[in-house]
């Protein structure tokens, strides 16, 4: 009986993203296969809306939590903020490499995000699909979503706890465990 191979295990690290890296960000969004890129952005992205949306994403500010591999983004997950809204209410969105999903990346950018949310005094989260991407609505149920269909989208929302440790708290732990490795995915 012939054994199927077993992919290996990624061997990159979850981390926030810094202003000066967007065009890891960019490089990224750029190798989507049209699947991926049709799930991310609910339709299809053109290479010059992509390289405008990754920085236009940084230059307002979002948060971009990235999986990095040898020196590249291969999975993102990003937070942005929904000003009109109240309460504070951000908009998620998520993306993969083909390569690489159904590996569980998806849950880990999304506690990432999650605890970032948190951290930043948000209460509710947005995330919006088409309606034929099971996976990410599989991944928003994962994480307490109440999904409904919105003028042709699935749109799911999540309402956070407050963060149950301040930021100094947050450092305390955060910054030794980074150091110590305890936060890479090996």
Do not use: W
Not at 20 to 44: K, P, W, Y
Not at 166 to 179: C, F, G, H, K, R
Request: charged letters at 25%; aromatic letters at 6%.
């Amino acid at each position: 009986m012939a054994r199927m191979a077993r992919k290996p295990e990624p061997r990159g690290v979850v981390r926030r993203l810094r202003p000066s890296e967007f065009t890891l960000f960019r490089d990224h969004l750029m190798r989507l296969d049209a699947g991926s890129r049709r799930d991310r952005f609910n339709g299809a992205a053109s290479d010059a809306f992509l390289k405008d949306y990754a920085a236009r994403s940084f230059s307002q500010g979002a948060t971009v939590v990235g999986y990095v591999e040898n020196g590249h983004v291969l999975g993102a997950a990003e937070l942005h903020e929904r000003p009109e809204s109240d309460p504070p209410t951000a908009e998620i969105a998520f993306s993969v490499e083909k390569a690489l999903q159904h590996r569980g990346l998806g849950s880990q950018l999304f506690q990432r995000l999650i605890a970032h949310a948190r951290a930043l005094g948000y209460t509710q989260l947005r995330v919006t699909t088409h309606p034929h991407n099971d996976a990410m609505r599989a991944l928003a149920r994962r994480f307490n979503a109440r999904l409904s269909f919105e003028k042709g989208e699935t749109v799911g929302h999540i309402d956070l706890e407050p963060a149950s440790q301040s930021d100094a708290e947050l450092s305390a732990v955060y910054l030794p465990a980074l150091a110590a490795g305890a936060l890479s995915m090996q």
